[in-house]
């Protein structure tokens, strides 16, 4: 199968781990020893979070007293995918030698008219408390919301049309290569009247970019890996409950945050209702449970455990 895999922000930079470039290794490490067994049996493409590490970046940028102005998102997006990415390659190509592996900076093209550009969403950067962040935002001219007990800064989030560099990704599955690429949902950028490409203040969502790029591959698959087992119905209350195998449609009857899990949910459905394909939320480390699954948030038209192809082109999607 060709299989679209995206890793979430927090799997390379769990919740209370510092920043520092050892830790996030370490983790990367973790994650391609998860995900290398699929490379010998499908076609792979990983796509990566960068929330934290963006997040981190802007930080330093908004500090250094040597800069007439912050780096602007675009730049840091672009930052982040070259140095995940570099991460990423390397440890795939230890754990798969002798295959290719190539890491691309792409951009995502959005609409300069998107109305997320007025209201920002997106979570970047560490956590604070409430008195920490309204400081920050105030000082700064932030936009701050509540990230479950803690306060995070949000920024505008469009919504991807296309990934620009889709040809080159396909022509390198084609040749056989494991690619990561689409680092961040993308680096956002916007078509002038003259076709022109220019960077724009923004993050996208890397799930919604990684359902986009699946559906423009004819992936057979796309699999959300992050720290949880699976999305649960009514999170946080008495009657909290976790989703097995599910429909699009029903997934959408339930309400989830939008800055966490929202754009989780709205991937997989899109990717689900424009391909007929097999969508999944879950936790990484059950990667290849949840390719057969058995594991995690599985999404088919039908809501049934999804049946995969065979070699000889027979098999059923539920």
């Not at 929330?51 to 940028?61: D, I, K, M």
């Amino acid at each position: 199968m060709r299989v679209v895999v995206a890793l979430g922000g927090n799997a390379l930079l769990r919740r209370g781990d510092r920043p520092d470039a050892a830790v996030q290794h370490a983790n990367v490490r973790a994650a391609v020893a998860a995900l290398a067994p699929l490379a010998h049996d499908h076609e792979l493409v990983i796509t990566h979070g960068n929330g934290p590490q963006v997040g981190l970046l802007a930080l330093q940028s908004a500090a250094d007293r040597s800069l007439t102005s912050p780096y602007p998102f675009d730049v840091l997006g672009a930052e982040t995918q070259g140095m995940i990415g570099y991460w990423l390659l390397q440890s795939l190509q230890n754990a798969l030698p002798g295959r290719q592996v190539c890491a691309l900076l792409n951009q995502t093209l959005v609409s300069a008219a998107d109305p997320a550009f007025e209201r920002p969403t997106k979570f970047v950067g560490p956590v604070y408390g409430e008195e920490e962040a309204g400081r920050l935002a105030a000082e700064r001219g932030w936009t701050v919301r509540r990230d479950g007990e803690h306060w995070r800064r949000v920024v505008p989030s469009p919504d991807p049309q296309r990934v620009v560099e889709t040809r080159l990704i396909r022509l390198l599955l084609a040749s056989g290569a494991v690619a990561v690429c689409a680092g961040g949902g993308g680096v956002p950028v916007v078509r002038d009247d003259t076709g022109r490409l220019t960077g724009v203040e923004a993050v996208v969502d890397k799930d919604l970019t990684a359902a986009l790029l699946a559906e423009a591959l004819d992936a057979d698959a796309l699999l959300l890996l992050t720290d949880v087992p699976r999305v649960v119905r009514g999170w946080g209350t008495p009657e909290a409950e976790p989703i097995r195998h599910t429909t699009p449609a029903r997934l959408r009857a339930e309400e989830f945050p939008a800055g966490s899990m929202g754009p989780k949910v709205e991937a997989v459905c899109r990717f689900v209702e424009l391909t007929g394909g097999m969508a999944a939320i879950g936790a990484l480390t059950d990667v290849e449970a949840i390719l057969a699954g058995t594991a995690g948030t599985v999404i088919t038209p039908g809501g049934r455990p999804f049946a995969p192809a065979a070699a000889d082109g027979t098999g059923t999607r539920a």
